[in-house]
């Protein structure tokens, strides 16, 4: 699996998916971040906070701020086909939902996890949210109908050292699979969503942090910056 770099920018924060475009949210100063943004390009170019709110949320962005107790860039954002987003941070262990016009529709103290933070969450049809517990080694699936936990892989468990996870930083979802980036092993695993097996889908030289797949490319962030994975093998 060949990586081509496109850019240093997210080595200390993340990416988010735009239409047709990567935001990046670069916390390199620790306090107040930069944003960023990169379309088939591949040319980077710098953004505003506006900017970034807009592509990442939508038009209702200054709505929804009004009910979330800070900003948007610092939330793991996930939406569902129907246009609802969900907003999480590990700071509080809640999840916010809204509808496509900014309606607050979800609060939830969730209460999965032994303890653990949630550092990423994404949405699968019709009503799951799988949620990433690094520092617990596990990824969890829970029912937004339900309110409850319907499968894990992992044990919240307090070691360092587990297999197969080792500290999953972000989850992503597509029709089909999950994908697991795994900071500790810098193994990127595969689930199916159907059958629930998990598979070993590449080992990388640099811890890897996310993990996504776009109409224009398939990207992971590593220690040194975001690359795009070229002739990636499915």
Same mark, same amino acid.
């Given at each position: 699996?060949?990586?081509?770099k ?7 924060? #993340?990416? =988010? $998916?735009?239409? &047709?475009e990567?935001?990046i ?7 107040? *971040? !930069? /944003? ?6 591949k ?63 979800? #609060?939830? =103290? $969730?209460?999965? &996890? ?11 049809? *019709? !009503? /799951? ?106």
């Open positions: 699996m060949k990586l081509k496109i850019t240093d920018k997210g080595k200390t924060g #993340n990416f =988010d $998916i735009g239409q &047709g990567i935001l949210c670069s916390w390199n100063n620790g306090v107040n *971040p !930069d /944003f960023y943004a990169f379309d088939i390009s040319i980077i170019r710098k953004v505003d906070e506006e900017y970034f709110a807009k592509a990442v949320v939508g038009e209702n962005y200054k709505k929804i701020e009004e009910i979330l107790p800070e900003k948007v860039h610092n939330y793991r954002i996930t939406k569902s086909n129907n246009g609802e987003i969900y907003f999480c941070t590990f700071q509080e262990g809640i999840i916010y939902g809204f509808d496509n016009f900014g309606n607050s529709i979800l #609060n939830w =103290d $969730i209460e999965v &996890g032994e303890g653990h933070p949630i550092y990423d969450i994404k949405f699968q049809e *019709p !009503d /799951f949210l799988w949620l990433a517990f690094p520092t617990g080694q596990t990824v969890t699936q829970v029912s937004l109908t339900d309110k409850q936990e319907v499968f894990k892989i992992g044990e919240y468990s307090w070691e360092d050292n587990y297999e197969p996870l080792s500290y999953p930083e972000s989850v992503f979802v597509d029709e089909n699979n999950l994908y697991i980036p795994n900071m500790g092993n810098k193994k990127l695993f595969k689930l199916d969503l159907k059958t629930k097996e998990i598979n070993l889908t590449a080992t990388f030289e640099e811890k890897i942090w996310q993990y996504g797949k776009t109409e224009i490319g398939t990207f992971i962030v590593t220690d040194t910056g975001i690359y795009e994975l070229e002739n990636e093998a499915e």
